[in-house]
């Protein structure tokens, strides 16, 4: 894929700017980087060095070496990209070994800039100083893997184009998730999670984006309710949610829908509040908007009514579920809405009594607005 | 809980020892710890202070501060636990910013040692160290959460009977796994990963332990295939592989099952090899044993046939499905096994043309020897 060479490039291109020599990335249990699959196709378990200059050599003929735990599944996934894939038991199986072999092999002098990922445990980067001594290791805030993660945040066509489809298949099992629930085929939270689990790969997908959400009316107050489904009724009197999402090629889309029947006041104020807090949010999404912005007008909006929204507004969707940019009201919030970002706005409001509300779907930026790609609403029974 | 309070004082005398004033636990997005919910019964998204001494205040009335992002669920779920519940939004939303909160509360004077995550990143060390100058901030790779991570590889009694649970729960799904599939009720990837997430739930699960692993025979080469399970045919001609667990109460099991049919020599070859590997490993599963040296048994005798398994022989399972004790063959591992452990032993070779084969089973280790918990087999269909 054309893609990848490009991503690749773009990196190597900061890299150059800030004269590192070799860069580091770590998929791994407990520190996963999606930036890998974004740069070679293998979706995980692995490490990636990238240089800048390709070294005439017997071994090694690529600017960019991964090295997979699963050689073979590494060759299903990442053989279109243009990296060098290599079997990780051949590094020591341990990154300071790994990443030792490839200083080796790309011929990289010492005193060279050598870049780490900047979730390195610091214990872990005290271990790498003492082992590759003479080299400069840099451990940043800043660094390549949140450069990546910061281009990520736009999109390209081919990553839209997924998440179109992931979205149109979202939209597709809403339609059929309401119809059951209001035919009772579908009466329980485990009906509503295994019904998404089934039609979602059905249509293609890889699977949901994370572990559906399904919570009743006397769990729906938690915001993220666990255990995340259960055999207890779903759609019943009351508020219930229902947060998913399906992974298509890759990529994630991630809504949620609440189901109301026999409302008490209360909770219709609950419902309406949510329901303009979220017209109001996305009316707001255009090209320049600092996202802070967005997130602060719906906690103003809930705080004339004496309520509080427990989370933020949203976050970007893309290969991660979570992902930038940051659609919160926080002081250092600093991201400002581009064209090709996509994201969820998910105001919700949750009470002990009442239970919950949240309404949640996914936003295109365009040139000219925004796209809402997802069609989640409130469902009345 | 009982428990609760027992295992809170076990890692304060350990502060005690150590001169550690205070000690947070981080359960987040991405820095996972289950050491929270070992010790007071929250299942995530958290942060957890621990002093050693009470503070008299009206404030606070407990030696440890539970900082959740659900408040309500941290009531249900922690409620029986020592400590005080308090909302991580009144702590700022931040650990830097929370355990300068919890500083103050406990009225811990400037130049003790406090004690963040071994897994705390190089550049947030940092910040730690700048945000709260004239405290001596340790991050260290034996600290505190791993210390708590150590004695959870020595279950108690009711640890012990809640995985207990899990695995009966498990053997009782393993048999209709078997049944189903003979029969044919069961085809596809996706029916036995589904028959297993609401069987268990059924059951009384919390959930499954990971996401199911359902391999037809031309995705078995894989060592954890890609995507986990899909649509197409499970248990058809040659080798599939079936790796699930199940949730009790939050304990772990890890099971693989391998499905064959009508096998030619060389694959028959690799069951052989694997059912053998499993058989030798177990027995010399005993108290005081090195894991080290079953790993390297295991590796010798596959390697007397050349061949080579790619992953570990095991690791320890519990509130977490990958814990200690490590069982690798690997020069730096000291685990030494004691009654009270619980750990997988799971042989398995892949091919890319003849496919793979695993068997893992959960080992409990007793005064007097090893008692299998878990009834997975090869199953020829």
């Not at 200083?103 to 990922?117: D, N, R, T, V, W």
């Not at 707001?284 to 004339?304: G, L, R, S």
Request: charged share 25%.
């Amino acid at each position: 894929m054309e893609n990848y060479s490009t991503r690749l490039a773009k990196i190597q291109d900061w890299m150059t700017e800030e004269g590192i020599s070799l860069l580091m990335l770590e998929d791994t249990e407990g520190r996963r980087d999606k930036n890998i699959r974004w740069l070679t196709g293998h979706p995980g378990d692995a490490l990636l060095f990238i240089t800048q200059e390709e070294v005439p050599s017997r071994k090694i003929n690529s600017k960019a070496i991964l090295a997979a735990w699963d050689i073979n599944l590494a060759k299903l996934y990442a053989g279109l990209s243009p990296v060098m894939i290599a079997a990780y038991n051949d590094f020591g199986r341990q990154p300071i070994k790994a990443i030792a072999a490839a200083l080796q092999l790309f011929k990289i002098p010492s005193g060279s800039k050598i870049e780490i990922p900047s979730v390195t445990p610091y214990p872990s980067f005290l271990d790498y100083v003492g082992e590759l001594s003479g080299y400069d290791i840099l451990c940043r805030n800043n660094g390549a893997n949140v450069e990546l993660d910061k281009l990520r945040a736009v999109k390209d066509e081919e990553e839209i184009a997924d998440i179109r489809k992931a979205a149109d298949i979202t939209n597709e099992l809403i339609d059929l998730l309401e119809k059951n629930v209001r035919e009772e085929k579908i009466k329980t939270e485990a009906d509503a999670a295994l019904f998404i689990e089934i039609e979602a790969r059905k249509r293609g997908c890889e699977g949901t984006s994370f572990e559906t959400l399904a919570a009743g009316s006397f769990r729906s107050f938690a915001i993220h309710a666990f255990p995340a489904w259960t055999n207890f009724p779903f759609g019943e009197k009351g508020l219930s949610i229902l947060d998913f999402g399906v992974k298509y090629n890759g990529y994630c889309t991630d809504v949620t829908l609440t189901f109301a029947r026999d409302l008490n006041p209360k909770q219709e104020r609950i419902v309406n509040l949510v329901e303009k807090a979220a017209k109001l949010a996305t009316a707001m999404a255009h090209n320049e908007t600092p996202a802070k912005d967005i997130a602060a007008a719906v906690d103003t909006f809930f705080a004339k009514s004496k309520k509080e929204m427990p989370h933020g507004l949203g976050h970007g969707i893309g290969l991660q579920e979570h992902e930038y940019p940051v659609i919160r009201n926080r002081s250092d919030n600093e991201w400002v809405l581009k064209p090709g970002m996509i994201f969820t706005i998910e105001p919700g409001l949750y009470d002990t009594l009442l239970g919950g509300c949240r309404l949640e779907n996914d936003i295109l930026i365009t040139e000219k607005g925004q796209e809402i790609l997802t069609t989640a609403r409130i469902i009345r029974l």
